[in-house]
C-alpha cells in the first residue's frame, strides 16, 4: 500500500483497467469525468474532449442518441429520463410562454396531462382537435401558433397520421412540426425524411424493447436539437448510463423483433375479425412497406363479460404498457384513458369494450388461441 488504508479504499483501481479493445462499448457510470492539468480541462471547452459531467452529455447516451437519429435519417438527437421528457424537450426547444400548439385530440395520455396541465402553467396554450380533419386543424391555428404535434400511429385506436399533409400545413403557416413516432418506431416510419422537424420516441417501448427500461428520444434538425439539449441540462431530464446503455443494445434487434411483432400482429388481426365476441378490429391497413404495425386493438361485444375475458387469458398478462416481446393487453378505459371524461372517450371511440394488445414474439399460433379460448369462455347470448 501506497498510501493509508482509507485512501487505498477510496481510490481502488481508478481507470487502471481500461481496454481499447472492448467489444460493446463500456457502460460509463459516472456523474463526472476527470482531468488531469487545467490544459485539459480548457481542452473540453475548446471542443478537444466531449464530456465534463453526466447530465449535461455522456458517452452512452450520445451513443443511443445517435443511433435514433441515425436510423431516422436526422442529423442530431438527444435522449432523455424518459418519453414524456423527449416530448417535452421537443416542444419546449420551439415553444416558449405566451405561444400556442395545435394538438391531435386523440394523443398518447400522459402528453395530453404534459401539455394540457403543466404547459398550461408554463403559459403555452394548446388546441386539441380532430387531425382526421384537415379543415379543424387549419381553424385551429392562431396568430401566436407555434407548433403543430401528432402521433403517427395513435394510442389505442391505430389511426396513421397523414404524415405529407401534416408538412404541408406546417410549411404554408410557417409553424414546427413535431411527431411521437413511438408506435411506428424508425422500423416502420422516419417522419424525418418526410419533412417533420422533430421526432420523439418514448425508447421504453419497441427501443428498449424488453420492458426493463425508462428512456425516451428527439431527434431532428441540429439547431433545434441543440435547444432540446439545453432543455434536458437545464431541467435535468438526462438520461441514465446505463438505461441508455440498455436502451443500445435493445436498438440492436429492433428490426428483428419488429419483423416479428408485425407478422403476429397481422395474423391476429385476420384472425380475430370473424369471432362472434369481437365487434371491431382496429388494426391499419398500411403503415409502410414493412408491415402494419405490432398493436391490434379490439373492441368486445357487450355479448362478452369483459371481466371474464381479461380472467380467461391464460398466459396474457394485464400490462399498462406495450412493446415487449410478450404478448401483453391493456384496458384504456381502466388506465390510459381513465382520466378522459365519458364525452371525449366516447367521441374517441374507446368504450368499454376496447382491448389494446401488443402482440409480442411468441409463435402466432399460441398467441391466436389463446385469444379466441378467453373470447368463447367469456362470450354469453343474451
Ligand atoms: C409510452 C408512451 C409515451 C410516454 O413514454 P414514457 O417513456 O412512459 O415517458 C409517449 N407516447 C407514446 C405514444 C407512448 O406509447
Known amino acids: 500500500m501506497k498510501h493509508h488504508f482509507d485512501t487505498e479504499a477510496v481510490h481502488l483501481s481508478e481507470n487502471k483497467y481500461v481496454s481499447s479493445a472492448s467489444k460493446v462499448n463500456p457502460i460509463y457510470q459516472t456523474s463526472a469525468f476527470a482531468f488531469s492539468d487545467l490544459e485539459e480541462l480548457e481542452g473540453f471547452y475548446q471542443g478537444e474532449s466531449k464530456y465534463l459531467y453526466t447530465r449535461t452529455g455522456n458517452p452512452n447516451t450520445d451513443e443511443l442518441a445517435a443511433a435514433v437519429a441515425n436510423l431516422e435519417g436526422a442529423p442530431a438527437g438527444v435522449a432523455t429520463s424518459s418519453g414524456l421528457s423527449a416530448i417535452m424537450a421537443g416542444v419546449l426547444a420551439v415553444v416558449k410562454a405566451g405561444d400556442h400548439i395545435v394538438a391531435t385530440n386523440d394523443i398518447y395520455g400522459g402528453t395530453y396531462q404534459l401539455l394540457s396541465g403543466e404547459l398550461k402553467d408554463f403559459g403555452i396554450d394548446v388546441s386539441f382537435v380532430n387531425f382526421e380533419n384537415e379543415e379543424e386543424i387549419k381553424k385551429a391555428i392562431q396568430p401566436n401558433t407555434k407548433l403543430i404535434y401528432t402521433e403517427s400511429v395513435t394510442n389505442p385506436l391505430l389511426r396513421v397520421e397523414n404524415i405529407g399533409q401534416l408538412v404541408q400545413i406546417a410549411k404554408e403557416n410557417n409553424l414546427y412540426s413535431m411527431i411521437d413516432n413511438t408506435f411506428a418506431t424508425p422500423y416502420l ?79 391476429l388481426a385476420d384472425g380475430l375479425k370473424n369471432h362472434q365476441g369481437v365487434r371491431k378490429v382496429y388494426y391499419p391497413e398500411f403503415v409502410s412497406e414493412k408491415g402494419n404495425g405490432a398493436i391490434v386493438t379490439i373492441d368486445i361485444t357487450g355479448k362478452c363479460d369483459i371481466s371474464k375475458f381479461f380472467k380467461s387469458l391464460s398466459w396474457v398478462k394485464i ?35 376496447v ?28
Request: proline share 4%; aromatic share 6%.
Open 319 to 353: 400490462v399498462p404498457t406495450l412493446a415487449g416481446v410478450e404478448t401483453t393487453v391493456s384496458y384504456p378505459v381502466g388506465t390510459s384513458h381513465r382520466n378522459l371524461s365519458n364525452e371525449l372517450r366516447e367521441e374517441l371511440g374507446i368504450t368499454e369494450g
Open 189 to 267: 416510419l422516419n417522419p424525418y425524411a418526410q419533412g417533420v422537424d422533430i421526432v420523439a420516441h418514448s425508447a421504453t417501448k419497441y427501443i428498449g424493447g424488453h420492458s426493463d427500461v425508462s428512456a425516451g428520444v428527439v431527434v431532428g434538425h441540429s439547431d433545434l436539437i441543440a435547444e432540446a439539449r439545453a432543455k434536458v441540462v437545464n431541467l435535468g431530464l438526462n438520461l441514465s448510463p446505463f438505461e441508455s446503455w440498455l436502451g443500445t443494445r435493445g436498438l440492436k434487434t429492433l428490426s428483428l423483433r419488429m419483423e416479428r411483432h408485425v407478422k403476429n400482429a397481422q395474423k
Open 355 to 382: 382491448v389494446r394488445i401488443s402482440v409480442g414474439i411468441e409463435d402466432p399460433e399460441d398467441i391466436l388461441a389463446a385469444f379466441i379460448e378467453a373470447l368463447d369462455k367469456s362470450y354469453f347470448v343474451k
